[in-house]
């Protein structure tokens, strides 16, 4: 098992910058990547941005640009470096893990608001 705890969210104005971290523990050896997830009040989970164990990179069109997905190892954490954030960017963040053999995990949640 994995267990996923995320922290960072709060309210931030239009045009500011958050950053959401996610720490990892348990069976962490076993995950193959991570991604943050976020849902707005209404409306589906829609996945922000994934990165591989590679390293590799893939981003919502609507964040591309503006929000930075990393991953330190070493901690093993992922963390989600939002900017120029606006109002449509007001969501539930979640990070989630995908094991090698499918199982997926995911965190509380944190709360993101951007608003004037």
């Known amino acids: 098992q994995v267990q996923l705890v995320e922290s960072g969210g709060g309210l931030v104005h239009p045009g500011g910058s958050l950053r959401l971290s996610c720490a990892a523990s348990?069976?962490?050896?076993?995950?193959?990547?991570m991604s943050w997830w976020r849902q707005a009040p209404g409306q589906q989970r829609e996945v922000v941005a994934t990165i591989g164990g590679g390293g590799r990179t893939s981003y919502a069109e609507s964040v591309k640009g503006r929000f930075t997905i990393s991953r330190d190892r070493a901690t093993n954490s992922v963390s989600l470096q939002m900017s120029s954030l606006n109002p449509e960017d007001t969501a539930v963040y979640y990070c989630?893990?995908?094991?090698?053999?499918?199982?997926?995990?995911w965190g509380q949640g944190t709360q993101v608001t951007v608003a004037a």
């Open positions: 348990g069976s962490t050896f076993a995950i193959y990547n």
């Open positions: 989630n893990a995908l094991l090698g053999d499918n199982r997926e995990y």
